[in-house]
């Protein structure tokens, strides 16, 4: 079985630039997740879909991040502009329903300089 | 609000000594309770988890018993090897499966 696709797996862009990540989820799982993982901190939730519907995204800072998984597959998160702050990885996961178990992509490296 | 906070670490060990990593937690209810590891390089991958109180997850050497006493889910392995040098990161599920992570715990094994 395919695992969490996760694209690019690093990213440099400077600070006012835009960045979109992709995730392809495991085949089947409804839902899926992206998460932040700043340096030394444990993975911070930031939005939850159900097939192509969200469920939480009370941790996505709305100015400037947006994300959208149309077709309830493949899922993209965009940040613009970007700030220092944003450095960080940025983890997709998927879980199948009722089962809490998620997993993991790769994730991807971003640096803002 | 849910929290996690686990040992501080780096935590560096020789092989084949007696590993405990602690995890306390604060929470409404009686959360799932995980850890996940993360070798270098890799994604995040589930080690064990416990549903209740009392219950014991194990996996591959490692155990974990849910403690509602104490709000703890320590991690305990009696032999650790080079190959569990990663970063293990305790987990709870605060409802419909949204996870709240603790800050990890990095750990070399050295031989």
């Known amino acids: 079985e395919a695992g969490v696709a996760q694209s690019p797996r690093y990213k440099i862009i400077e600070k006012r630039q835009s960045v979109a990540f992709w995730c392809n989820p495991i085949?089947?799982?409804?839902?899926l997740y992206w998460y932040q993982q700043i340096l030394g901190q444990g993975p911070k939730l930031l939005i939850q879909?159900?097939?192509?519907?969200?469920?939480?995204d009370s941790q996505l800072p709305k100015d400037r991040f947006s994300a959208e998984r149309l077709k309830g597959v493949d899922s993209t998160l965009k940040i613009q502009p970007a700030k220092l702050e944003d450095s960080a990885v940025y983890l997709c996961a998927s879980s199948f329903p009722p089962y809490n178990e998620q997993f993991f992509g790769p994730g991807t490296r971003l640096t803002v300089l | 609000g849910n929290s996690v906070t686990q040992m501080e670490g780096p935590v560096t060990l020789s092989e084949e000594a007696f590993l405990t990593i602690n995890c306390t937690y604060t929470?409404?209810?009686?959360?799932?309770l995980f850890w996940y590891v993360q070798y270098p390089g890799e994604g995040l991958q589930l080690l064990l988890k416990?549903?209740?109180?009392?219950d014991k997850g194990s996996n591959k050497g490692f155990e974990a018993t849910y403690r509602k006493e104490t709000t703890s889910f320590h991690l305990e392995k009696g032999s650790v090897q080079v190959s569990d040098s990663a970063v293990y990161f305790c987990a709870l599920d605060q409802g419909a499966q949204k996870l709240v992570f603790g800050q990890g715990t990095r750990l070399t094994i050295n031989p």
């Open positions: 416990a549903t209740k109180a009392d």
């Open positions: 879909f159900q097939n192509n519907g969200v469920v939480d």
């Open positions: 085949s089947g799982h409804a839902t």
């Open positions: 929470a409404t209810g009686y959360p799932s």
